[in-house]
């Protein structure tokens, strides 16, 4: 089954960056889909950016311009970039995988394969 292992979490002030980083194993861009995720404290888990075997991405509005998405497909390795960091990013953040069945790009389909997650801070 997939593994994926995160990194690169936290602490930065507003305005700060991270790059977060998921190491995919046993996962083949033909037939996975891969996105990232978040939990903040007191709110459901939500998703924050998807991507697809053509580079094609979809990013939450709330993050949209801030948090590019991107995938090295020689590597299997999942990016999270985060530029303009502000307070309300504050969550812990996950990697996760799912069999390619429909669009990648659909915000509403489950994903069962999740990493241990990797918490990211913003202080204001």
């Known amino acids: 089954q997939v593994q994926l292992v995160e990194s690169g979490g936290g602490a930065v002030q507003a305005g700060g960056s991270l790059r977060l980083s998921c190491a995919a194993s046993r996962y083949t861009s033909s037939t996975h889909c891969l996105g990232w995720f978040r939990h903040a404290q007191g709110w459901g888990r939500e998703p924050v950016a998807l991507?697809?075997?053509?580079?094609?991405?979809r990013t939450a509005d709330s993050v949209k311009g801030r948090l590019p998405i991107s995938l090295d497909n020689a590597k299997n390795i999942l990016y999270l970039q985060m530029n303009s960091l502000k307070p309300e990013d504050t969550a812990m953040y996950y990697c996760?995988?799912?069999?390619?069945?429909?669009?990648?790009?659909?915000?509403?389909?489950?994903?069962?394969?999740w990493g241990q997650g990797t918490q990211v801070t913003v202080s204001s």
């Open positions: 991507i697809d075997s053509l580079d094609r991405t």
């Open positions: 996760a995988a799912r069999g390619w069945v429909g669009s990648c790009l659909d915000f509403s389909q489950g994903y069962n394969y």
